[in-house]
């Protein structure tokens, strides 16, 4: 079983920059595949970007292609979202995700942390 937490999110202003983190326990992440989810209020969730075990392969929804950069500290067991040039449609609930094959955008990933809000406002 994998616990992931979410931190990290909160109120920031348009153009600006927030970094979320996920710490994993009960089992070491350096297998699995990693990925970040956001889903807006009234609207399904969606997948944001996701990061092979190894951390060589990653993977953006074209959203936040250029704007946002996933990676991971194996040795921590924490996998991170830097996210920049935040614009208002940016807001959501992320949710950080886990899975011993892949993340990716049409995937159900395995294991799913509690959310972080984020709220950008204009």
């Known amino acids: 079983q994998v616990q992931l937490v979410e931190s990290g999110g909160g109120l920031v202003q348009a153009g600006g920059s927030l970094r979320l983190s996920c710490a994993a326990s009960?089992?070491?992440?350096?297998?699995?595949?990693m990925g970040w989810f956001r889903q807006a209020p009234g609207k399904e969730r969606e997948f944001v970007a996701s990061?092979?075990?190894?951390?060589?392969?990653?993977d953006y929804a074209s959203s936040v292609k250029g704007r946002f950069t996933i990676s991971r500290d194996n040795a921590k067991n924490t996998v991170y979202l830097q996210m920049n040039s935040l614009k208002p449609e940016d807001t959501a609930v992320f949710y950080c995700?886990?899975?011993?094959?892949?993340?990716?955008?049409?995937?159900?990933?395995?294991?799913w942390g509690q959310g972080t809000q984020v709220i950008v406002s204009s």
């Open positions: 990061i092979n075990w190894s951390g060589r392969s990653t």
């Open positions: 009960g089992r070491t992440l350096s297998s699995y595949a």
């Open positions: 995700a886990a899975d011993p094959v892949k993340v990716t955008s049409t995937s159900l990933p395995r294991y």
